[in-house]
């Protein structure tokens, strides 16, 4: 019986029966379902299933493969996670709209068709927007608003994109959409909004605004939860529809590079972390580009362990945030007195993220490397060692070292609450087990995996490059070069609906207001002169009554009336 | 009962209805169950006895008299119409149970009027949605004007009577100065003005009259609210919620739209409009409306009026869906009057909720209100899922549909309209969700204590020496690392320039500086002031 629901409906179901319980067992419940979600995913053979009719559409709500249950179990445990770390949480909001918006995650992976995979498309965006606004500040509530505005746009993008591609092949399914060659242009219109629907909600660049805009305006819970599974889940439909898409090589390679620029002089903590998570999806859709099996193995992999340890440097900066009430570089600082264990977990999960060897992003991240130097893409190549300097520079070091270290900013904070040091705890071993262990994970990856990353060659050339980027961070920032952190916003392509577009519809509705004025008072006089020349000609006096004929005197008739109701409106 | 009967007796059963409420006007109780009974009666009637038969495939019909040759008062039903009716009878009995509340919990004045008055309007909503030709289609589209007229001035203040005259004049203005013109044609030129599948102008009129006549239809139907026709809609919003209600979902809308449909349907014709492209200018007339109307909710902080402006979008939808001239555009646009109606009647019964239950209409009041009544507003955001257009809601599935009907029409700049319309109808409704979530809190930052500093323990780091330690641990082990590219180790690397001494430690030291320096001068251009967006 279970075998058929759909995986991720017990979590949706169970987040809308959740606002029906109070206080802490809702909390409770929010732990429970993701396990019996992941009981469920261990009884699925693959296969699809579920093959419903909608109106004219066969639908198969369900397909399962090695692909989407990577994806499916990550979710699921990190949604166990974030529960376990949102345990002292008591907004039933957000307990249900985590477990809605996780529940649509995981449905979508499960999609086996377009249909379907919209249909949980826009649930997430409806089911995470609650998340943003639970912070219930003004701040908050517009970001929010900008977000589900683009969420829903992604979505809307991809109907149309579904509709087109429908329409042109008769194919629902929801496989490898992007041709053999690769290439987007010889690609369908259709393809290509499919194309951009998962762009936005990959961040592309310049598609990539809302997530720095938006995700660190949530809670300290609500912002763990937002960073696993939108983008994440973009880059399980990537690699499902357009695994080898030659593009997508150039684009990832900007997405790793251009945020860590924006990420050295970002005040606010949580909003490094949201460049840097734009970087790290740089990786896996240039894994995604390059398309071989070893790729796809390194994108699906580091997407694995990135939701581990991306999500557990979000929870340090979010028990941050609960102690100390701000997450800004410039107040923080000295923090590892009074949270140590906070510190260490969060130099875990910089260490990891930096890919130190030892720790999960070392043996995942470096299969996207090797994979992208032998396909023989030097540039490609050397834009990435370079965000993965510069990711180490933003997230491994600048983040413990604002927030723990620098100059002690004088907060005597409690240690972070039980529950939360628990989560963290939870992900830093998880971290240290993959590096440590990879065949774990290698065994759940969808192509075989052939590959060792722990060579000699391989760990000492990651320390070369790691230690001397510590290197330079440390030498700038005694000599005084290093920027200093400063109480600022930084410009991103959000200006554009931010500033400048509501200037030019300001603009737009103070001209169109006046003009419609205008054309009322013009219209009006216009009829009541048309009226007073009909009455002139065709009046009992006016010169065609002569030739009246019966005939006409009904449309006349019409007409006059009609005129009377206008002048009966307007003519007062 | 014969199904042809039960056609007629549809039509009638509302007015015999009115009997048992003017007959108990003095019992508020009786008459209003008496409202309920004639209401699911009805219902059952439509959904039991001509469902049924509709759905075998047959299409009852009754004709009532001939007042000239080819001009008959008659029934005939059809599956759109079927539909009409049901989603008309069928949100009667929900009105009706929210009216007995709502008139009630208001104090309003004159109830035994205003439930007559609603009955009648029900019996020209079934009149209309069975009427076999457009001359029927007329007479009854006239009696819903008529009947709800005292419904929309029902308080008969003088804001009601100026509403109500814009109302009566618009509506009046539009069917007998263009709708009727338009039907004296269609009979003139087709000597008939049945409905019949495939249209009964092809072969009668072509070119410019073709579009003229649709145009005579389009702008004839002011219920359906085509801009600039659309102005009685918000004006009418002075009446009492359930009229409202019944305004923008159960009959007077829909029954304009349903009027454009059919007559797209059955009298031009499908087949017709798309091998003539007549019907081109009316989807870039919708799709204005719908962007125009969206446009101007925003700038409603009334919620009565923002759901008003919000109506007039969406009815443009299914305009656009006849107007595209194709059976998926069809198809959506017929769903939609049904999605529509379900959805627009729940934003309206919470809009009267919160109207009744805590006094506010202007949004900008409601911040808090959705903590005070989670249920209305629970609702109210599934309303707005669905109007919006938002999976697995109704919406969803008819814009499906209208946007398959763009692509069947090759008109690929109506798709985008409907995209940005719902990205539009989203932001037209975020004051609502701001209601329902903000609460005025604030958040009490819990601020560490500061002055502790002087009687604590020293830190091994505090110390300025062992972070020099640390400094040059760090150069030292720096240099050991970088010096072990003297051994002959590295293999299996792809670049030439991999084996390079010290490339690794070089790059990562430069890569890094490089970034800083960078990022320093990024900060020229795109710092400001943390407030920049406040």
């Given at each position: 019986m279970i075998d058929i629901l759909p995986p991720g409906l017990i979590l949706i179901v169970g987040g809308v029966l959740i606002s029906l319980l109070r206080g802490r067992a809702q909390a409770i419940a929010a732990v429970v379902l993701p396990v019996l979600g992941f009981a469920q995913l261990l009884m699925l053979e693959p296969g699809s299933y579920l093959h419903l009719q909608l109106f004219d559409y066969e639908l198969t709500v369900v397909r399962v493969d090695r692909l989407s249950l990577v994806f499916g179990y990550v979710f699921h445990i990190a949604a166990f996670l974030t529960a376990i770390y949102a345990?002292?949480?008591?907004d039933g909001v957000q307990h249900c709209s985590a477990m809605i918006y996780v529940g649509s995650a995981v449905g979508a992976v499960f999609a086996g068709d377009l249909i379907t995979l919209f249909v949980f498309w826009e649930l997430t965006a409806v089911g995470s927007v609650f998340l943003i606004w639970a912070s219930r500040t003004e701040r908050a509530y517009r970001a929010g608003m900008r977000y589900l505005i683009i969420q829903v746009g992604s979505g809307v993008v991809l109907l149309a994109g579904v509709i087109l591609h429908v329409s042109a092949t008769g194919s629902l399914d929801f496989?490898?959409?992007?041709?053999?060659?690769?290439l987007l242009r010889s690609a369908s219109v259709g393809v290509v909004l499919i194309f951009v629907a998962f762009g936005i909600k990959c961040a592309f660049p310049l598609l990539h605004p809302w997530l720095q805009d938006s995700?660190?305006?949530?809670?300290p819970t609500g912002t763990v939860f937002l960073s696993i599974f939108t983008t994440k889940l973009a880059v399980y439909a990537l690699a499902r529809g357009f695994a080898g898409t030659d593009c997508l090589i150039w684009i990832g390679a900007t997405m790793t590079a251009f945020p860590i620029f924006f990420a050295v002089i970002e005040n606010d903590l949580r909003r490094v972390l949201t460049y840097s998570l734009n970087n790290q999806l740089g990786f896996m859709v240039l894994g995604i580009g390059i398309g071989t099996k070893m790729a796809l193995n390194g994108a699906v992999s580091y997407a694995f362990a990135n939701i581990i340890f991306e999500g557990l440097l979000f929870m340090a900066m979010g028990a941050v945030l609960l102690r100390t009430g701000t997450c800004k570089g410039s107040e923080l600082g000295g923090l590892y007195k009074s949270m140590p264990l906070t510190m260490a977990f969060c130099c875990v999960g910089a260490a990891s993220i930096s890919a130190f060897p030892f720790l999960s992003g070392f043996v995942t991240k470096s299969m996207i490397l090797d994979e992208t130097a032998a396909g023989g893409h030097t540039i490609a190549w050397l834009v990435l060692l370079f965000a993965s300097a510069g990711v180490f520079h933003h997230s491994g070091i600048k983040i413990p070292f604002f927030a723990f270290f620098a100059h002690d900013a004088g907060f005597r904070v409690k240690e972070a609450p039980r529950p939360m040091l628990v989560a963290m705890a939870a992900m830093a071993v998880g971290c240290v087990v993959i590096g440590i262990f990879p065949g774990l994970l290698y065994s759940i990856l969808p192509y075989a995996v052939d590959y060792h990353p722990y060579t000699t060659t391989h760990v000492v050339t990651q320390y070369q490059l790691l230690l001397f980027s510590a290197l330079a961070f440390t030498v700038l920032k005694v000599t005084g070069i290093y920027p200093a952190e400063l109480r600022s916003v930084n410009l991103d392509v959000d200006w554009i609906y931010r500033k400048g577009l509501p200037n030019l519809f300001g603009w737009v509705a103070r001209i169109g207001g006046g003009v419609g004025e205008r054309l009322h008072a013009v219209v009006s006089a216009q009829l009541d002169r048309i009226y007073r020349g009909i009455y002139h000609l065709h009046g009992p006096t006016g010169v065609f009554a002569r030739t009246w004929t019966t005939g006409a005197i009904a449309f006349w008739a019409v007409v006059g009336l009609f005129g009377y109701l206008l002048l009966y409106l307007w003519g007062r | 009962m014969t199904v042809e009967t039960a056609v007629g007796l549809a039509v009638l059963w509302p007015l015999a209805g009115i009997g048992l409420i003017a007959l108990f006007r003095r019992w508020p109780n009786v008459r209003e169950t008496a409202t309920l009974l004639t209401a699911g009666s009805l219902f059952a009637i439509v959904a039991k006895v001509i469902l049924p038969a509709v759905m075998a495939g047959g299409r009852p019909r009754l004709d009532i008299i001939e007042v000239l040759p080819g001009l008959q008062l008659a029934f005939e039903v059809e599956p759109l119409g079927m539909l009409f009716a049901l989603v008309a009878s069928g949100l009667w009995i929900v009105t009706t149970l929210y009216s007995i509340g709502y008139m009630r919990g208001h104090h309003e004045e004159n109830q035994t009027r205003f439930y007559i008055c609603f009955a009648l309007a029900i019996s020209g909503a079934v009149g209309v949605a069975f009427a076999a030709n457009v001359f029927t289609l007329f007479v009854f589209y006239e009696a819903i004007t008529l009947s709800t007229y005292p419904l929309v001035t029902h308080h008969g203040t003088e804001a009601a009577k100026r509403a109500g005259r814009v109302y009566l004049g618009i509506l009046m203005g539009t069917s007998v100065g263009f709708l009727l013109f338009a039907l004296v044609w269609t009979y003139l030129a087709a000597g008939t003005t049945e409905f019949r599948p495939g249209g009964i102008l092809a072969g009668q009129i072509d070119g410019w009259q073709l579009i003229v006549l649709l145009g005579l239809y389009a702008f004839g139907t002011g219920k359906a609210a085509l801009m600039p026709f659309h102005r009685w809609l918000p004006a009418a919003m002075v009446a009492p919620t359930p009229v409202s209600a019944l305004l923008h979902a159960v009959a007077v809308v829909k029954a304009g739209v349903f009027t454009v449909l059919k007559v797209l349907v059955y009298v031009f014709g499908i087949d017709l409009l798309a091998s003539t492209d007549a019907s081109r200018w009316l989807t870039w007339v919708a799709a204005f409306t719908i962007i125009a109307a969206s446009i101007v909710a925003l700038t409603k902080d009334n919620l009565k009026a923002r759901l008003a402006y919000s109506t007039i979008s969406q009815l443009s939808y299914i305009v656009l869906g006849g107007a595209l001239a194709t059976s998926a555009g069809v198809l959506g646009g017929g769903m939609h009057i049904a999605m529509h109606a379900v959805g627009k009647i729940t934003l309206f019964f919470c809009a009267g909720a919160i109207l009744v239950g805590a006094h506010k209409t202007e949004i900008s009041e409601m911040d808090g209100l959705g903590r005070r009544m989670p249920f209305t507003f629970g609702a109210f955001l599934l309303g707005s899922l669905s109007v919006i257009g938002l999976p697995p809601m109704g919406g969803s599935w008819s814009k499906w549909y209208l946007m398959l009907g763009t692509v069947e029409a090759g008109q690929l700049t109506m798709m985008l309209v409907l995209m940005a319309s719902s990205l539009l109808s989203i932001a037209y409704r975020h004051r609502l969700c701001r209601a329902f979530l903000l609460r005025r809190r604030h958040l009490s930052a819990t601020d560490g204590d500061r002055d502790a500093m002087n009687e604590e323990k020293k830190y091994w780091l505090d110390e300025k020496k062992n972070v020099k330690k640390v400094i040059y641990g760090l150069y030292i082990v720096c240099a050991v690392v970088a010096l072990i590219d003297v051994f002959p180790y590295k293999h299996h690397l792809h670049f030439r320039f991999e084996y390079w001494f010290g490339f690794f430690s070089f790059y990562g030291f430069v890569a890094c500086v490089s970034l800083v320096l960078a990022a320093k001068q990024l900060r020229k251009v795109v710092m400001r002031d943390e407030d920049y967006y406040d």
């Open positions: 345990l002292n949480v008591r496989g490898q959409l992007i041709g053999a060659d690769g995700y660190p305006e949530s809670t | -």
